[in-house]
Nanobody, 119 residues
């Protein structure tokens, strides 16, 4: 059973910082990519940032230069350092991982963590 456990959400002021963490556990053979999505009520989930096993990163335009995604392969953990936060960054953030547990690649999701940025 694969689990993605997120932590680090909360409340920040505009201009402040938060760091999200997501640890994948279970019988994992390998990880293709890990990433962070966010979703506001009534809106579609959007990719914020992703990182592939080789280290290639991808960011949505609105967070470039402010957010940094990184990964600790030994710990199967992905981080999202969020700096210069804006009120429009307020959302529920979900961790995603594309994993092989022995039956091919599948995408798994965390339970979500709330990020609230006050102006």
């Amino acid at each position: 059973q694969v689990q993605l456990v997120e932590s680090g959400g909360g409340l920040a002021q505009a201009g402040g910082s938060l760091r999200l963490s997501c640890a994948a556990s279970g019988s994992i053979f390998s990880i293709l990519s890990m990433g962070w999505y966010r979703q506001a009520p009534g809106k579609q989930r959007e990719l914020v940032a992703s990182i592939r096993s080789g280290g290639t990163t991808n960011y949505v335009e609105s967070v470039k230069g402010r957010f940094t995604i990184s990964r600790d392969n030994a710990k199967n953990t992905v981080y999202l350092q969020m700096n210069s936060l804006k009120p429009e960054d307020t959302d529920v953030y979900f961790c995603s991982a594309v994993l092989d547990v022995g039956s091919g690649w599948k995408e798994y999701w965390g339970q979500g963590t709330q990020v609230t940025v006050s102006s």
